[in-house]
């Protein structure tokens, strides 16, 4: 391995497949029964009887975080914390809004394990660094070219040459980096709203939060189709097709660390189209409003 160099890859898990198939063996064929009776009755031998029927679904959502071997926690501590999050989300499900459990728990389950590291304080500022330097670099060649930047562009931003490019995206795939990640700052913590909240959430919002999902939705899928295809295609095989990094990396001929840089890439592009978008829409709305009502706007 290169010196300092820190590959990315997933944490020690079982493949998606054998996940799936012990996932699915596992969950008892009456378990909307025990659904319609622990909603009813709280009993708390029912509850345990859901936590070990969904455990599996832990261990799937963990195993795709990609959380690499230098973390503080083991892979039993991450399960761990991933099993809190389950239980949370059993807590919480309510059955007769129709949607799955399946996804409502999927949120609550990554969101326990990264609150759980963000409160080691894990996240190493070096990293955090690299980060903002490469965003930085994205958002001003996107401005002058007005087109999605090539790498060995973005590494002469940075100021710095094509293979440390890719190794800076190496190093900030220390940070659990995805589409769980906060559309704010990574440094922020709180109240901010993740990609995989706008696709994932099976609640049934109020009207005004309908409309502000729905707008986001647009953005989110604009920002999409402004990605090179490559990135795109690597999404959708890790997200929607719920491929392995290793998997995804035959499918494109490329070693598995060449595709984590590649995904940390595109996250940070997304991350920087949708900062854009919803700035020129904060903006947008800030003339409406002065238009409208003489409001003076507050200064950028």
């Known amino acids: 391995m290169d010196g300092g160099r820190q590959p990315c890859i997933e944490a020690p898990m079982q493949s998606k497949s054998e996940i799936e198939e012990e996932y699915f063996m596992g969950v008892p064929a009456a378990i ?8 009813a009755t709280r009993d708390p031998a029912l509850r345990d009887e859901l936590i070990t029927a969904y455990a599996p679904l832990v261990r799937f959502v963990v195993s795709r975080l ?8 083991d892979a039993d501590d991450l399960l ?12 919480r499900y309510d059955p007769t809004r129709g949607s799955r459990f399946e996804s409502f728990a999927s949120t609550r389950i990554r969101g326990a394990v990264i609150d759980h590291l963000r409160s080691l304080n894990w996240l190493p500022r070096t990293a955090m ?15 002058r070219l007005g087109r999605p930047p090539r790498e060995e562009e973005i590494a002469a931003e940075a100021h710095v040459s094509p293979s440390r490019y890719r190794q800076m995206l190496q190093e900030a795939g220390t940070i659990v980096l995805s589409l769980d990640a906060p559309l704010g700052s990574l440094s922020q913590e709180e109240g901010l709203t993740s990609l995989a909240d706008l696709l994932e959430d099976e609640r049934s919002p109020e009207p005004d939060e ?37 998997e995804i990396s035959k499918i494109m ?18 991350r920087n189209a949708l900062h854009i978008q919803q700035d020129v829409r904060q903006g ?10 003489g409001t003076p706007r507050r200064p950028s």
């Open 284 to 293: 947008k709305r800030a003339r409406r409003q002065h238009l409208v009502t």
């Open 80 to 91: 761990s914390c991933g099993t809190i999050g389950l239980i949370n989300a059993i807590d």
């Open 210 to 246: 309908q409309v502000e999902t729905q707008e986001m939705l647009a953005l989110l899928r604009v920002a999409l189709e402004g990605l090179p295809e490559r990135e795109r295609m690597l999404l959708a095989l890790y997200y929607r097709e719920e491929l392995t990094m290793k």
């Open 129 to 143: 660094a690299r980060i903002r330097q490469i965003e930085y670099a994205i958002a001003n060649l996107e401005q």
């Open 253 to 270: 001929n490329v070693s598995e660390s060449r595709v984590c840089q590649l995904h940390i890439q595109a996250i940070l592009r997304l």
């Open 66 to 73: 990609g959380i690499p071997p230098s973390c503080l926690l």
């Open 32 to 39: 909307g029964d025990i659904w319609t009776r622990f909603v």
